[in-house]
C-alpha cells in the first residue's frame, strides 16, 4: 500500500484521509486509521471497520527489486534459506495441496498466481493443465526451465493466459498483491461459473497472531502488504464475485531448515545436515486455507 494523501480499505471501501504525520484528518473517528504496528522500519495501519491491516510504503518500490535470486536463497532475512535446495522438500506440501484441489475439482485448467520456481505447477501438470504467473524474474526463469508454461508479470499485464480456468490457486500470495481487490476481480473473470478458487495467508485474528503482535512471524514488510482475518478476507472475497466454502487452519509440511532461517530472521547460521533437510508437520493455526467458488451467473469485467 503505497504512501497517499488518502486510502480505500481495499475490503470495505472506507475513505481515510492522512495528514503529514500520517493521522486521520477526519473529525469522525469512526474514519480514523490508527497504525496498529511500526515493523522493520515500516508502519502498519489497521482500518477502523473492517480490520484490515496494510504496509504503507512509498512509491518508489518497486516489487520486482526484492523477490530476486538473495530472497530466495539465503541473502534475505525474510526470504528463504535455500528454496532451490529444498524443492524436493517443499514438493511434499505441494502435493498436500494438489490433493486438497482435486477434492473439489478432479482435472481441468489451472492458473496459479505467485507460483514461484513452479513446485505447485510440476505437481497439478499431472492431472492439470497448468500455467503461472510470478513477479520474479529469478523465479520465472527457473520455472522456465523445466518447461512450464510460466509468465514474469503481475495478472493485470498479462498476455499469456488463457482463460477460462477452472482451478485458480495463490499459495501464499495475496499479502504481497498491490491490490488485492482488483486481482480478485480479475480472476472472477476468467473463471467458468463456479470455478475454485485456492487461498492461504495469514490469519491476524488468530491466537498466535494476536499474542505475538508486532513479533508475528508474518508480519514482514514490505514484501508482505496485506495482513487479513477470515472475516475481512470472506468479505472481500464476496465483493469480488466469490462464495466462501471453507475456512480453516490446515496443517503444513515445512522443512526443518527454514523454520529455522526465518525464526532467526536469518541472523544465524544455515540448519545444515539431515536434520535441515526433514519435513515436520506444523500448525500455528495462524496460516488459513481459503476454498471458495465462483458465484453462478456472475460476470465481473
Known amino acids: 500500500m503505497v504512501n497517499t494523501p488518502f486510502i480505500l480499505c481495499e475490503v470495505c471501501g472506507l475513505r481515510i ?7 486521520s484528518s477526519h ?3 469512526s474514519s480514523m486509521a490508527r497504525m496498529a504496528y511500526m515493523s522493520q522500519g515500516f508502519k502498519i495501519f489497521r482500518c477502523p471497520h473492517c480490520g484490515l491491516l496494510w504496509t504503507q510504503t512509498n512509491n518508489e518500490l518497486d516489487p520486482q527489486t526484492i523477490y530476486d535470486h538473495a530472497y530466495f536463497q539465503g541473502g534475505k532475512p525474510d526470504g528463504y ?3 532451490l535446495g529444498s524443492e524436493s522438500l517443499l514438493k511434499v506440501e505441494a502435493r498436500q495441496r494438489l490433493e486438497l484441489v482435486r477434492s473439489y475439482r478432479a482435472y481441468g485448467k489451472l492458473l496459479d498466481i505467485g507460483c514461484a520456481t513452479g513446485v505447485f505447477l510440476q505437481e497439478g501438470q499431472k492431472t492439470f493443465s497448468v500455467q503461472g504467473i510470478d513477479i520474479s524474474p529469478f523465479a520465472v526463469e527457473v520455472a522456465k526451465s523445466k518447461g512450464l508454461d510460466v509468465e514474469c508479470c503481475d ?3 498479462s498476455t499469456n493466459i488463457s482463460p477460462p480456468y477452472d482451478v ?5 500470495t ?3 498483491l498491490q491490490h ?7 480472476v472472477s473473470s476468467l473463471m467458468e461459473n463456479e470455478g475454485m478458487l485456492f487461498i492461504t495467508t495469514g490469519d491476524t485474528g488468530s491466537l498466535f497472531a494476536r499474542i505475538s503482535g508486532k513479533n508475528w512471524r508474518l508480519l514482514t514488510p514490505p514484501q508482505h502488504l496485506w495482513f487479513f482475518n477470515r472475516r475481512n478476507l470472506s468479505q472481500l472475497l464476496d465483493r469480488a464475485g466469490f462464495r466462501v466454502l471453507r475456512i480453516f487452519a490446515a496443517w503444513r509440511k515445512v522443512p526443518v531448515s527454514l523454520m529455522w532461517y526465518q525464526f532467526f530472521r536469518g541472523k544465524v547460521r544455515p540448519l545444515a545436515g539431515i536434520l535441515g533437510k526433514r519435513v515436520l508437520p506444523i500448525n500455528l493455526f495462524d496460516n488459513m486455507t481459503v476454498i471458495a467458488t465462483k458465484k453462478e451467473g456472475l460476470i465481473i469485467d
Open 27 to 29: 473529525q469522525d473517528q
Open 180 to 186: 488485492p481487490a482488483n486481482t480478485l476481480r480479475k
Open 81 to 83: 534459506d535455500d528454496y
Open 155 to 157: 495478472l493485470e499485464n
Open 168 to 172: 485458480i490457486s495463490l499459495f501464499d
Open 174 to 176: 495475496i499479502e504481497h
Open 17 to 23: 484521509d492522512f495528514n503529514d504525520e500520517n493521522e
